[in-house]
């Protein structure tokens, strides 16, 4: 699975931004997708997650009742929606394929396939 994130740019403060996540090969559906973010000089941070069925959604505390996240298996796609943005949001945003449990969403070391990055400014 090779996975393209898009949809990064320079916001205001408060704004929002809609990013894309496009996978192509096989078995789409059958993986979970998880966001995380990589800030400068900071260690790379869980974002948000759902699960292989769309069922299941998970926001880390920073950015739950802010980001939502949703699906296209049709389309092979992933789309976080992030609104009311912060300059604390800002961030290189990555996308990542995998089968984590419950338990292990929020690792980064449940998700086999990872996306090159799409970079999020938030200026105030």
């Known amino acids: 699975v090779q996975l393209q994130a898009s949809g990064g740019g320079l916001v205001q403060a408060g704004g929002s931004l809609r990013l894309s996540c496009a996978a192509s090969?096989?078995?789409?559906?059958?993986?979970?997708m998880g966001w995380f973010r990589q800030a400068p000089g900071k260690e790379r941070e869980f974002v948000a997650a759902i699960r292989w069925s769309g069922g299941q959604r998970y926001f880390s505390d920073s950015v739950k009742g802010r980001f939502t996240i949703s699906r296209d298996d049709a389309k092979n796609a992933v789309y976080p929606q992030l609104n009311s943005l912060k300059p604390e949001d800002t961030a290189v945003y990555y996308c990542?394929?995998?089968?984590?449990?419950?338990?292990?969403?929020?690792?980064?070391?449940?998700?086999?396939?990872w996306g090159q990055g799409t970079l999020v400014t938030v200026s105030s």
């Open positions: 090969g096989h078995g789409f559906s059958s993986y979970g």
């Open positions: 990542a394929a995998g089968r984590p449990i419950t338990s292990t969403v929020r690792d980064q070391n449940s998700y086999y396939y």
